[in-house]
């Protein structure tokens, strides 16, 4: 194996590493384009790659989710002329060693390379690849794998862990396959609804309560957190804690000891603590509505999962298992899919992410009856239309680039004749090269304006040779 590649267009910067490689008695090599680079790491293994972001032929941040996906995917550090919180951000998010900004000191980054040899040394001596159940969980997008990787390094762990993402992207899920990997697996996965909890019988049903403890106290009750003994106890959506009931469960927390309801004897709870929340907590703990000392405990370990419309890979599989199993449940004959059911569903931007895609697939599996395939009309009229005025809207968007299209030589009158494929790659190369002149630098809106997916719209990119600017 390789041990340093490094991809950057400044020849001084790629001689300065070899050198430094070389130094350290390591092997290496370089690449001044982003694609020689991808080429070079396709034909071999490394155990660190430098990655520049501002490359000749693309951005080397938009090559992570790849470089990622690799057999042997090397530890990467970004060496980047211009520093850029959000593209840190970014990086980190995919999962980089370091994020550097040039000049770098020479001996800064010797320290890092050596740490990341280090830390790859370590994880691949350390202990044997982890083999993760997987319940429910249907995915194939990389922007899942890291997440994979925190549930299998939460579930090896007893520390308590906080899922973040939006309403619908399946942070219970998630919370149940750390349970089910864990060394708790075999205890109970009990769930608080911090959402549902009311001020009058918040302590009650938490902490249980004993016979005559207040009016229609008929008898003992066991709370959650003692149901959660030697198991599980999730509280989701806790930032809807009340927070009266927050300093109280801190302490709970902290001790794994409570009273219930009328009772003069504390008793015990042996469990780990999960929790997830759609909401931002930093902000609310800025405004005095969620205490700072229980966050931080919730947040020994965290996990955001991402929304829907950033792992459009993930959206065939999704619907293939909802549909399969929706049949199941209803009794019907499996069914398959017109193309431009799929098609609208991925040109969709799910609001409401998984749980929205499970209820739109059930009324339209509803909706079919027996009918053995699915086709757009049976989708909810109400996502119909808004695909309708999406589509219409991008085609006013794009109208003036058709009105300007003779001057980039479209004439049909003194059209050279060629056949229909070459003349259908030259339209489409000109269009995405006027689509990236206008909004090159919002990739968001060039995907929404082309209907494309992120994945497709890269690919048709490289096989024109196109440049989107950094």
């Not at 044997?128 to 995915?139: E, I, M, R, Y």
């Not at 994979?148 to 973040?164: E, N, P």
């Not at 229909?420 to 269009?431: A, C, G, P, Q, T």
Request: with cysteine; proline share 6%; charged share 25%.
């Amino acid at each position: 194996m390789k041990s340093v590649c490094i991809i950057d267009d400044d020849p001084e910067i790629r001689d300065t590493i070899l050198s430094l490689t070389r130094r350290l008695r390591l092997s290496g090599e370089s690449a001044a384009t982003l694609d020689e680079g991808l080429d070079m790491l396709a034909r071999e293994s490394f155990d660190v790659l430098f990655l520049d972001v501002r490359l000749p032929d693309g951005n080397g941040l938009t090559a992570l989710p790849g470089i990622k996906r690799l057999p042997e995917a090397p530890e990467v550090i970004i060496l980047t002329g211009i520093g850029d919180p959000d593209g840190a951000e970014l990086a980190i998010q995919e999962g980089v060693w370091d994020y550097l900004v040039k000049p770098s000191p020479l001996k800064q980054i010797m320290l890092t390379l050596q740490r990341a040899l280090r830390y790859r040394e370590e994880k691949r001596c350390d202990r044997a690849p982890v083999s993760l159940a997987l319940p429910g969980c249907v995915t194939v997008s990389p922007r899942m794998r890291p997440c994979l990787d925190q549930v299998a390094q939460a579930a090896w762990s007893s520390a308590a862990v906080l899922v973040t993402g939006e309403t619908g992207t399946g942070k219970e899920l998630f919370a149940r396959l750390i349970h089910a990997n864990s060394s708790r697996a075999k205890g109970p996965f009990v769930t608080v609804d911090c959402a549902s909890l009311t001020e009058t019988l918040v302590e009650s049903t938490l902490f249980g309560h004993v016979r005559g403890a207040f009016t229609g106290a008929e008898t003992d009750r066991v709370g959650l957190v003692r149901l959660a003994d030697g198991g599980t106890l999730f509280l989701d959506e806790v930032g809807e804690m009340p927070m009266s009931l927050q300093k109280t469960f801190l302490r709970v927390l902290h001790e794994k000891r409570f009273r219930p309801v009328g009772s003069t004897t504390e008793m015990q709870s042996d469990f780990r603590l999960l929790a997830a929340t759609n909401r931002d907590l930093e902000p609310m703990i800025e405004r005095g509505e969620f205490r700072r000392d229980l966050y931080f405990r919730l947040k020994t370990m965290s996990l955001h999962l991402p929304p829907l419309r950033a792992r459009p890979e993930d959206i065939k599989p999704l619907t293939l298992s909802f549909v399969d199993s929706l049949c199941a449940r209803y009794g019907l004959p499996t069914k398959g899919f017109d193309a431009d059911f799929l098609s609208s569903l991925e040109a969709h931007d799910w609001p409401g992410n998984v749980r929205e895609l499970q209820n739109v697939l059930e009324r339209a599996v509803v909706a079919a009856g027996r009918e053995k395939t699915l086709f757009s009309l049976h989708l909810p009229q109400d996502l119909r239309i808004k695909l309708a005025k999406s589509h219409l809207e991008k085609g006013s968007a794009l109208a003036p680039a058709t009105v300007e299209l003779p001057e980039v030589g479209l004439d049909l009158s003194v059209f050279e004749p060629q056949n229909l494929k070459d003349f259908k790659e030259s339209m489409e190369r000109r269009y995405l090269d006027r689509l990236i002149r206008e909004h090159g630098r919002d990739l968001a809106t060039m995907l929404e304006i082309s209907g494309l997916s992120r994945s497709h719209f890269y690919a048709l990119v490289k096989k024109y040779g196109l440049t989107i600017p950094s």
